[in-house]
């Protein structure tokens, strides 16, 4: 079974900058397949969990939502099985646990969510 370990979340004034990792691993060969692409989501307090970012094993293709777009930079390290998430000009309302899962899993229906890591700005 497929499995993420976010790390790097911690307390950051607004405007400053964080990078937050998701170990990926289960897979029986070992690496990452092409075709497993992995997205960042987020939980805020009282919100639903939202899809912020993915990106593609295969050709490091990316998306990002609205809110994070031009801020927020995703990227893959296939050798170590691992996507980061550097964030950049943080807000207070980007305070939030965030996740890694497949991208484009309904949140509601995927029930194998990682611990995840608590961002939280603030000054």
């Known amino acids: 079974q497929v499995q993420h370990v976010e790390s790097g979340g911690g307390l950051v004034q607004p405007g400053g900058s964080l990078r937050i990792s998701c170990a990926v691993s289960?897979?029986?060969?070992?690496?990452?397949?092409?075709?497993?692409?992995t997205g960042w989501f987020r939980q805020a307090p009282g919100k639903a969990r939202e899809q912020i970012s993915c990106?593609?094993?295969?050709?490091?293709?990316?998306y990002y939502s609205d809110s994070v777009k031009d801020r927020f930079t995703i990227s893959r390290d296939n050798a170590k099985n691992t996507v980061y998430l550097q964030m950049n000009s943080l807000k207070p309302e980007d305070t939030a646990v965030y996740y890694c899962?497949?991208?484009?899993?309904?949140?509601?229906?995927?029930?194998?969510w990682g611990q995840g890591t608590q961002v939280t700005v603030s000054s």
């Open positions: 899962a497949p991208c484009g899993v309904k949140v509601d229906a995927y029930h194998s």
């Open positions: 289960g897979f029986a060969s070992g690496v990452t397949p092409d075709y497993y692409h």
């Open positions: 990106i593609s094993s295969k050709d490091g293709s990316a």
